[in-house]
């Protein structure tokens, strides 16, 4: 059974740093595409980041050169380095799994397995 963790979340202000994670059991993590999305209330559920089995990365435009997305494979662990934090950066940050191939790794309907989220508020 695949189990997805999130931890880091929390409270910062504007221009500070976090670091997600997202622990990863039940399955050949190596073998399966991970990702970030994020959901604020009222709106979509939105990719943030995405990393293949080759380290293959894509980034959506509104967080590039801010935020960096990592895997370690020995510790079936997602990580999500965010840094120069906007209040736009608020919301629910979900990590998610999948095994297939796709031309869209930011798409929320290419990946099967979620995690419950972890919050992250960014204040002015």
């Known amino acids: 059974q695949v189990q997805l963790v999130e931890s880091g979340g929390g409270s910062v202000q504007a221009g500070g740093s976090l670091r997600l994670s997202c622990a990863a059991s039940g399955y050949s993590y190596g073998a399966y595409r991970m990702a970030w999305f994020r959901q604020s209330p009222g709106k979509d559920r939105e990719g943030v980041a995405a990393i293949n089995t080759d380290s293959n990365k894509s980034y959506a435009d509104s967080v590039k050169g801010r935020f960096t997305i990592s895997r370690d494979n020995a510790k079936n662990t997602l990580y999500l380095q965010m840094s120069s934090l906007k209040p736009e950066d608020t919301g629910m940050y979900y990590c998610?799994?999948?095994?297939?191939?796709?031309?869209?790794?930011?798409?929320?309907?290419?990946?099967?397995?979620w995690g419950q989220g972890t919050q992250v508020t960014v204040s002015s």
């Open positions: 998610a799994a999948d095994s297939t191939w796709t031309q869209y790794p930011l798409n929320r309907d290419r990946y099967g397995y």
